[in-house]
């Protein structure tokens, strides 16, 4: 079963930034669209980048301008740069990654971001 992998979460402050990464616990193929979602507690989960395999980006209103989508395709690795960070953005954030051909959804176990005031 291929995993993806969040790293880089962690607390902030208000107004900080923060750096998270994600890729497959093992490359076994090929993957189309990658993208971060978020869970707050009490929410539900919410999209906050997308990113097709050329480049296209996608972001919810509430990130634009302060969250930037990448990723590195060679390494099959998608990264979600967090500048300007506010409280409410503190949730947990998961990583998706979608296979190439099937349309198959692989979900990460999640990475906890605190933005403190």
């Known amino acids: 079963q291929v995993q993806p992998v969040e790293s880089g979460g962690g607390l902030a402050q208000a107004g900080g930034s923060l750096r998270l990464s994600c890729a497959p616990s093992r490359n076994i193929f090929r993957i189309s669209d990658m993208g971060w979602y978020r869970q707050a507690p009490g929410n539900q989960r919410e999209l906050v980048a997308t990113?097709?395999?050329?480049?296209?980006?996608n972001y919810a209103d509430s990130v634009k301008g302060r969250f930037t989508i990448s990723r590195d395709n060679a390494k099959n690795t998608v990264f979600l740069q967090m500048n300007s960070l506010k409280p409410e953005d503190t949730a947990v954030y998961y990583c998706?990654?979608?296979?190439w051909g099937s349309g198959f959804n692989y979900w990460g176990q999640g990475t906890q971001v605190t933005v403190s005031s």
């Open positions: 990113i097709t395999s050329g480049g296209s980006t």
């Open positions: 998706r990654i979608t296979r």
